[in-house]
């Protein structure tokens, strides 16, 4: 449970030679959050936002808090993206066009990877089909045949065609066991597997492809 507020405050301009050409002061709105009776031992949630955005009511002020809970999400986006994922801060292009290029390329890579991360428990019920072509579901259904262990617990649980039945698969690809008592697979753990699958897809739509 959770206590809001909001008003306007006036931010002084920071010393130094730098910003001598700033105002004096920004007006900015500043909405804080606080949580009410956390549980014995964690500590309560205590944000302080400050936006540029206009906040006149508490449906404003619930707004600036839930794109702050998002940030978590971009971090992961980003994460997926630099060094734990595709690496792109690694990328030696020269050109700015090059780079804007290539971090659309790896920005959609990533946003599939969170996509799975989101559709894992199998709540949401979103189609594979919005992050995958009708060939890749083919062979995703190919591949649950042979992950799929013999006992109930090694079944996937999710309803076929569906983007958590996809994770399921993928995280199997990535290394994870699969066990509903384990750790659900993460970020790092569904892009292994999605590079893996990726490689198998690409075998799959050659395999009637006639090398003369």
Not at 26 to 41: D, F, K, M, Q, Y
Not at 119 to 138: C, H, L, N, T, W
């Amino acid at each position: 449970m959770l206590s809001l507020r909001f008003t306007t405050v006036e931010v002084l301009r920071p010393d130094g030679p730098d910003s001598r050409g700033l105002p004096k002061t920004v007006s900015l709105r500043l909405v804080e959050a606080i949580e009410r009776n956390p549980p014995p031992g964690v500590e309560p949630v205590h944000w302080r936002l400050l936006t540029t955005h206009a906040v006149d009511d508490a449906a404003a002020a619930w707004q600036i808090v839930d794109w702050y809970r998002l940030r978590w999400t971009i971090e992961q986006l980003f994460r997926l993206m630099k060094t734990q994922g595709l690496q792109l801060e690694d990328s030696q292009l020269a050109s700015a066009e090059g780079l804007i290029k290539l971090a659309a390329i790896a920005t959609k890579a990533a946003a599939i990877t969170l996509q799975l991360v989101q559709a894992r428990d199998g709540k949401s019920g979103e189609p594979a089909e919005i992050a995958f072509s009708e060939p890749e579901i083919a062979v995703l259904d190919a591949l649950n045949d042979q992950i799929e262990g013999k006992t109930a617990l090694q079944k996937n649980p999710h309803n076929p065609g569906s983007l958590a039945w996809a994770a399921w698969i993928i995280g199997r690809l990535g290394g994870w066991d699969g066990y509903p008592s384990s750790k659900p697979p993460g970020p790092i753990t569904l892009r292994r597997g999605l590079e893996f699958f990726h490689a198998i897809a690409k075998g799959w739509l050659l395999r009637n492809v006639c090398i003369p």
